[in-house]
């Protein structure tokens, strides 16, 4: 077994024992409101951070190359109020003639 199905092994047990460890802890009582405050914005958090660190890192170290470009654009586009999926295009597209140009 390689690391990397460990890896996927590891996580998918823990997010089952998470996802289990819920309703027996809580058994049916409702969160305090401060808490769901706060398990409401943990997806964006946890996204921002997965993109941060797979754009910005590389062996360790800080990276700036074609993905921050992309990254740039696609944060234009949503500044700018532009749909999910052209953001998207947008993003690829800018990643893409950035490396057709040598940048990064």
């Known amino acids: ?15 089952i024992a998470i996802k289990a460890a819920g309703p027996v802890v809580l058994g049916g009582r409702q969160l305090p409101p401060p808490v769901l405050n706060v398990v409401a914005l943990l997806p964006a958090a946890l996204l921002a951070a997965l993109v941060a660190v797979l754009t910005f890192q590389s062996d360790g170290s800080l990276v700036l190359d074609a993905r921050a470009i992309g990254v740039a654009a696609a944060a234009v586009a949503i500044w700018l109020r532009t749909p999910i999926l052209l953001v998207v295009l947008l993003a690829a597209g800018v990643t893409a003639a950035a490396r057709a140009f040598g940048i990064g």
């Open 1 to 15: 077994m390689t690391s990397a199905w460990l890896t996927v092994l590891v996580v998918a047990s823990a997010t």
